[in-house]
């Protein structure tokens, strides 16, 4: 049975859901290492660009610092002495994804993850494949 309390809690939870789908906002999150990163991303957000652009442009910060050991161009080299970088990239509004594991002497990337989901049927390569 449903009660008066019941029916206007939902009329006030369907309201604010229609509310906050009306004026999405936007947030960025990264983890320690990421703020110059969040920033750039929320940067080009605010100027109304695609969100993947805005996070590639956050991400590649990272990935273009020598002294990041975590990702991209300073990560730490594998077993063998060889820095192997992954990186996987989706797309929100289309749903798309695409991502790389194992790739070398690439220093961006989430630049060839996009690539792979823009160019290709695929959703990973790996290794010489991704290159």
Known sequence: MFT???VLGSAALAAAAAQAQARPRNIVISSWNGLRATAKAMEFLKAGKDTL???I???NINELDPEDFTVGYGGLPNEEG?????ASVM???TRRCGSVAAIRNIKTPSIVARMVMEETDHAMLVGDGAL
């Open 91 to 93: 797309h929100g509004p």
């Open 82 to 86: 060889v820095v192997e970088l992954d």
């Open 53 to 55: 652009d805005a996070v």
């Open 57 to 59: 442009a956050g991400v």
């Open 4 to 6: 008066r309390r019941h």
